[in-house]
Each structure stands twice: as structure tokens, then as C-alpha cells.
């Protein structure tokens, strides 16, 4: 089978890609070459993949609505070339404007919605040009329609964590800062708590989410409070295995949480507000706690102790493995 992978045109693929979409796409890439099918990958400058990568160009700067458009031409150009030169079998899509670069051609499309639903045109979801998957219960109730959407919810790579052995040192907050992800709010914990947070992740260059990190985010920062900016794989392990527990104080629905999964794989609880698809990743009592306040998350941090960090890293690795992921989606492909 031919799979040709089409990411987001404004960020990189790869293992330790700063986007939860990105990283999906290289473990399907990386899963179906293992088992010997052909993978192509569209995506930008800095992807790493382990099938064949078509590179579509980097724009610098402000991602501004023109660059955005201007990415959109380049990829749809990208993708009809390819698929005048190459036989494909699929077309999987992972970008939120996704519906900008469709081609008009008799091959099988699937695309999976990682972001919450309301994000993307309701006209595209109600009458959709591809197979939508979504990546959990809680976002395919939230869709406009659930008439042929398929569920196949997100994995990791639980072998490349491990639970640490030494002393738990600090909070960890892990992802994109931006507002809606809370960080202020992990930070007002820190502070209230009096203990270390450690704040790990790209600010990506859009004016809001720029200035989220000079007004909210930066004044919270101290000695004890620190951002570490965006981590690789090898940084990202290490933080996660030496945390108290995630804290998790999003402010959307949450259509999955890798960061979530990556923590209870590190064996490392996780403390998160009770939206979207939280409680069908973390476990009550036994991978961490769901909770309806900041007040209630701070109470939280002390009871993660009495957690399990060897139940913790079982539980990941029966219910996150990404093996059955990249199986689910060749499944799919297979019958479009």
C-alpha cells in the first residue's frame, strides 16, 4: 500500500515535533513503513520521517493569513505533482486546513481531526470530502454530524519512556503555550504551592500567543518557576521522570492529551481539569485526578504521592500503545 501523508504546511513532522498533530503523523509514517508499506510525507522544512519526505517550503516570519495561503498553494501544488508521478493509494490529512489543499482526484482521502471540531468549518464536517477520524469519544460527540465518522484514538511510543528511579523534584507543565492552554494557571498553582514548576514548550509565532507569554506567562516566571523552552524527546523524558505529577489546567475541550499519555508512561501522575477527552485518558485514583478548579488541581498535587508510578507505566502501556493506532489506521485505509 502507497500512503501518501500530508501535514500541516507551517510546522515540522518528526518525534520531537512541537504539534501533537505532527507527532501523530510521524508515528503513523514510522508504523507503516515498519510493516513494509510505502510512506510519503508532505511537511515542512525540519521533518524528520522514516518513509520517503516531499519538503514543502518554509515561510519566515509572522504566520500572517498570506503565508498561510501562500503554504496552501504550495501544498496542493505538491500533492498534485506527486500524484501525477507516483500510484498512491490514500491520502491521509492531519492539517487544520486541510480543506484548502484537497485535490480534486478519484483517491481514497481520510483526515483526522486533531483539534476540536468547532474549529473547523461546520460546512466541511457536515459534508465532507474525505473520511473524518476523530481521535476520541468526547470530540466525535461534540461533531455536527456522526454519519460515517470513524474513532481511532491517539497512541505514543510507550517504549521510549521509562519510570524514574530517583527523587520527584518538581511540577511540570508540558506543550504549546498559548492561553488556551492554561500555563498561567499551572504557574498561580506553583506559586501558591511553593514549589518548582518547570514550563517546557515552543511559543509559536502568532501575535496572540506572543503576547500570552509576555503578559501572562513571563511575569510568573522566577528562580523556582522556570521555562526551559522547547525539549526533544531525550529532554522531554527526563523532565517527565523527575516530575511530582503534569499538571494539565487546560481551558478547551481537549480532543486527547499526548502529553497526559507521555507522563503516566513516564509513570509520573497527571492533575488535570476534567474537559474534553481527559477523563478517558487519565484514570481516577489510580494514573491521576480529574478536577473542576484551580483550587481543586492545587489540592490535587499533595495525592498524587500515594499514585503508583509502576501501576502508572502498566496502565500506559496497555491502553497507549501506538502499535494498535498505526494497525487501526491501515485498517481504515484499507477499506476506502
Excluded at 515535533?17 to 510493516?35: C, F, N, P, V, Y
Excluded at 518547570?198 to 521555562?227: C, S, T, W
Amino acid at each position: 500500500m502507497n500512503v501518501l501523508s500530508v501535514a500541516y504546511p507551517l510546522l515540522p513532522v518528526g518525534p520531537d515535533a512541537g504539534g501533537g498533530a505532527e507527532q501523530i503523523l510521524s508515528l503513523i509514517d514510522r508504523g507503516i513503513t515498519e510493516r513494509k508499506h510505502r510512506s510519503i510525507v508532505i511537511g515542512a522544512k525540519g521533518s524528520t520521517v522514516a518513509g520517503e519526505w516531499i519538503e514543502s517550503p518554509v515561510f519566515e516570519g509572522e504566520m500572517t493569513e498570506e503565508v498561510r495561503e501562500r503554504a496552501q498553494r504550495e501544498h496542493l501544488r505538491l500533492l498534485e505533482e506527486t500524484l501525477a508521478r507516483d500510484r498512491i493509494d490514500v491520502i491521509h490529512f492531519h492539517g487544520l486546513d486541510f480543506f484548502k489543499y484537497v485535490p480534486s482526484v478519484r483517491v481514497p482521502k481520510v483526515t483526522t481531526l486533531h483539534l476540536p471540531c468547532s474549529w473547523y468549518p461546520q460546512d466541511v464536517l457536515r459534508f465532507p470530502k474525505c473520511q473524518l477520524v476523530c481521535v476520541s469519544d468526547s470530540q466525535a460527540r461534540s461533531a455536527p454530524t456522526t454519519n460515517g465518522l470513524k474513532v481511532i484514538p491517539n497512541g505514543i511510543d510507550t517504549g521510549q519512556y521509562a519510570a524514574g528511579a530517583g527523587e520527584r523534584k518538581h511540577l511540570i507543565w508540558l506543550g504549546r503555550v498559548c492561553p488556551e492552554k492554561g500555563v498561567h494557571i499551572a504557574l498561580e498553582i506553583a506559586h501558591e504551592l511553593d514549589l518548582p514548576l518547570l514550563v517546557a514548550g515552543p511559543v509559536h509565532p502568532l501575535r496572540d500567543h506572543e503576547m500570552y507569554f509576555a503578559e501572562k506567562v513571563q511575569p510568573l516566571l522566577d528562580n523556582k518557576r522556570q521555562y526551559v523552552g522547547a525539549v526533544g524527546l531525550c529532554r522531554k523524558k527526563q523532565l517527565l521522570a523527575e516530575a511530582i505529577c503534569l499538571l494539565n489546567p487546560s481551558l478547551v475541550q481537549e480532543t486527547s492529551s499526548l502529553v497526559a499519555m507521555e507522563a503516566i508512561s513516564s509513570g509520573t501522575p497527571v492533575v488535570a481539569f476534567r474537559t474534553g477527552a481527559l477523563p478517558e485518558i487519565v484514570e481516577e485514583g489510580v494514573t491521576g485526578f480529574l478536577v473542576n478548579s484551580k483550587q481543586e488541581m492545587a489540592e490535587a498535587v499533595a495525592r498524587t504521592v500515594g499514585l503508583s508510578s509502576e501501576r502508572c507505566r502498566e496502565r500506559a502501556e496497555a491502553r497507549f500503545d501506538a502499535g494498535r493506532m498505526v494497525d487501526d489506521y491501515l485498517k481504515l485505509y484499507a477499506s476506502q
